[in-house]
């Protein structure tokens, strides 16, 4: 059984930089397809980058592409999100999750496990 820890979020200003990390214990990383999701307050939860597993192509919301970017170390069983310009919108609790195939489309419904999750707040 796969399980996941996210760690890395907190308080930052607009036009600021964090990176989340995620640690997937319990089985070997190798062959699950990662993702991260967000959630705001009162709003649905929304995926926010994807990456596969041989080629490790990326996917990323429109909201977020050249600001954030994905990676995964498999050697360390993590995967990893680099924000940077951080806006008021990006504020929410940020999920890994993982899926046992290759390219899985960016959409919560297609991913079976998920980590509890990590406060991300941007404001001044």
């Known amino acids: 059984q796969l399980q996941l820890v996210e760690s890395g979020g907190g308080l930052v200003q607009p036009g600021g930089s964090l990176r989340l990390s995620c640690v997937g214990s319990?089985?070997?990383?190798?062959?699950?397809?990662l993702a991260w999701f967000r959630q705001a307050p009162g709003k649905k939860r929304e995926g926010v980058s994807s990456?596969?597993?041989?080629?490790?192509?990326?996917d990323y919301a429109d909201s977020v592409k050249g600001r954030f970017a994905i990676s995964r170390d498999n050697a360390k069983n993590t995967l990893y999100l680099q924000m940077n310009d951080l806006k008021p919108e990006d504020t929410g609790v940020y999920y890994c999750?993982?899926?046992?195939?290759?390219?899985?489309?960016?959409?919560?419904?297609?991913?079976?496990?998920w980590g509890q999750g990590t406060q991300v707040t941007v404001s001044s």
């Open positions: 319990g089985v070997n990383f190798h062959y699950y397809a």
């Open positions: 990456i596969t597993v041989f080629t490790n192509r990326a």
């Open positions: 999750a993982a899926d046992y195939s290759d390219d899985v489309p960016l959409n919560e419904n297609s991913y079976e496990y």
